[in-house]
C-alpha cells in the first residue's frame, strides 16, 4: 500500500485536511442551504397541499350552493304557478260573483218588469172593462129605453158585464 501511496504522490496529512474541509463545507452547506432550503420546501409542500384541500372544500361547497340554488329556484317556480294559480282562481271567483250578481240584477229588473206590465194590464182591463160597461149601457139604455123597465135594464146590465169578466179572464 505503501507503493501506491509513492506512486500517486498522495500524502495522508493533505488526505485528513481535504476530508476535514470537505466535511466543513458539508456541514455549513447542510446547516445553510440544505436546512433551509427542506424547511422552505416543506412548508410550501404544505401550502400546496393545504391549497389543493381548499380547492376541494370550495368545489364541494360550491357544488352544494349550485344545488341550493337549483332547489330555491324550483321552489320559486312552484310557489309562483301556485301564485298565478291562486290569482287565477280569484279571477274566476270574482268573475262568477260578478256574473252571478248580473244575473240577478236582471232577474230583478225582468220580475219587476212582470209586476208593472201586469198591473197596467189590470189597469187597462178595468179601465176597459167599465168603458165597455158604458158602451153597452148606454146602447142597451138607447135600444130598450121604451120596452123595458130598469129591473131588466140592471139585469142585462150585469150579465153582460159578468160575461165580459168571464171572457177577459
Same mark, same amino acid.
Given at each position: ?23 466543513? #463545507? ?8 440544505? =436546512? ?13 397541499? =393545504? ?47 260578478? #256574473?252571478?250578481?248580473? =244575473?240577478?240584477?236582471?232577474? =230583478? ?16 182591463? $178595468? ?5 165597455? $160597461?158604458?158602451? #153597452? ?14 129591473? #131588466? ?17
Amino acid at each position: 500500500m505503501e507503493s501506491i501511496i509513492t506512486t500517486f504522490h498522495i500524502d495522508w496529512r493533505l488526505l485528513i485536511a481535504q476530508a476535514v474541509n470537505f466535511g466543513l #463545507v458539508v456541514g455549513v452547506l447542510w446547516w445553510f442551504a440544505v =436546512k433551509p432550503l427542506t424547511k422552505l420546501m416543506a412548508e410550501r409542500s404544505a401550502t400546496i397541499e =393545504k391549497s389543493l384541500h381548499d380547492a376541494e372544500e370550495i368545489t364541494k361547497k360550491l357544488q352544494v350552493a349550485e344545488e341550493e340554488k337549483r332547489q330555491l329556484i324550483n321552489h320559486a317556480r312552484v310557489q309562483s304557478q301556485e301564485i298565478i294559480a291562486q290569482g287565477q282562481a280569484r279571477s274566476a271567483e270574482a268573475t262568477a260573483l260578478a #256574473v252571478n250578481r248580473a =244575473k240577478e240584477q236582471v232577474k =230583478k229588473i225582468i220580475e219587476e218588469s212582470k209586476r208593472e206590465i201586469a198591473n197596467e194590464q189590470k189597469k187597462m182591463m $178595468v179601465e176597459a172593462k167599465s168603458e165597455i $160597461v158604458e158602451v #153597452v149601457t148606454a146602447a142597451v139604455n138607447a135600444v130598450l129605453a121604451t120596452a123595458v123597465d130598469k129591473k #131588466v135594464d140592471a139585469k142585462l146590465v150585469e150579465e153582460t158585464v159578468s160575461a165580459l169578466n168571464q171572457t177577459t179572464k
